[in-house]
T-cell receptor, first 114, second 114 residues
Framework: DGGITQSPKYLFRKEGQNVTLSCEQN?????MYWYRQDPGQGLRLIYY???????QKGDIAEGYSVSREKKESFPLTVTSAQKNPTAFYLC?????????????FGSGTRLTVV | GENVEQHPSTLSVQEGDSAVIKCTYS??????FPWYKQELGKRPQLIID?????GEKKDQRIAVTLNKTAKHFSLHITETQPEDSAVYFC?????????????FGAGTRLFVKA
């Protein structure tokens, strides 16, 4: 539901391993975002993209990488350089020309380092 | 840098009472203020929003007020019900819903006691 799908719902990462979180939307939204949610810290922006083949760092981009090869897809890779990756990751999208509906969020991926 | 402060971090009310959550923002260029509700284990969902050219907006039991001079905006929930229990996030955005400059507050955990 909601038109934006994140997978997997739960992900376990071993030390030193890169993992990729998937985010796909069929809302024809231009902009996509990745947020990290930690308890008591709200939502922190990792990366965002407003157009295909272009993306910008957010507030906490270190240790993460993204790509935007297709309008519908904005995968996030958590690299081994991210020292504290255990968190809840939320992907969101918005229509740059739509002044009504705000962000649509995915259902999230809970990443745990084991 | 830009900042959105949200208070209180936790709010407990009796069913039927009102709940008020307050946010302040630092960037005077902010012109769009959405509120999101996140139930336990679920994605944040937009519940109401207000633009800078409006001082108040109401949708059934939910209302939002904006004071641009003081850079305050607030969420008011009347006749609270147990299903209102959730985490609520305010946000301040520049450029409308698609603007990448959206800053979220840290969230308020609302408990409605039956």
């Amino acid at each position: 539901d909601g038109g934006i799908t994140q997978s997997p719902k739960y992900l376990f990462r071993k030390e030193g391993q890169n993992v990729t979180l998937s985010c796909e939307q069929n809302l024809n939204h231009d902009a996509m975002y990745w947020y990290r949610q930690d308890p008591g810290q709200g939502l922190r922006l990792i990366y965002y993209s407003q157009i295909v083949n272009d993306f910008q760092k957010g507030d906490i981009a270190e240790g993460y990488s993204v790509s935007r090869e297709k309008k519908e897809s904005f995968p996030l890779t958590v690299t081994s350089a991210q020292k504290n990756p255990t968190a809840f990751y939320l992907c969101a999208s918005s229509n740059l020309l739509d002044s009504v509906h705000g962000y649509t969020f995915g259902s999230g991926t809970r990443l745990t380092v084991v | 840098g830009e900042n959105v402060e949200q208070h209180p971090s936790t709010l407990s009310v009796q069913e039927g009472d009102s709940a008020v959550i307050k946010c302040t923002y630092s960037d005077s260029a902010s012109n769009y203020f959405p509120w999101y509700k996140q139930e336990l284990g679920k994605r944040p969902q937009l519940i109401i929003d207000i633009r800078s050219n409006v001082g108040e907006k109401k949708d059934q039991r939910i209302a939002v007020t904006l004071n641009k001079t003081a850079k305050h905006f607030s969420l008011h929930i009347t006749e609270t019900q147990p299903e209102d229990s959730a985490v609520y996030f305010c946000a301040a955005s520049i450029g409308g819903t698609g603007g990448f400059k959206t800053i979220f507050g840290a969230g308020t955990r609302l408990f409605v006691k039956a």
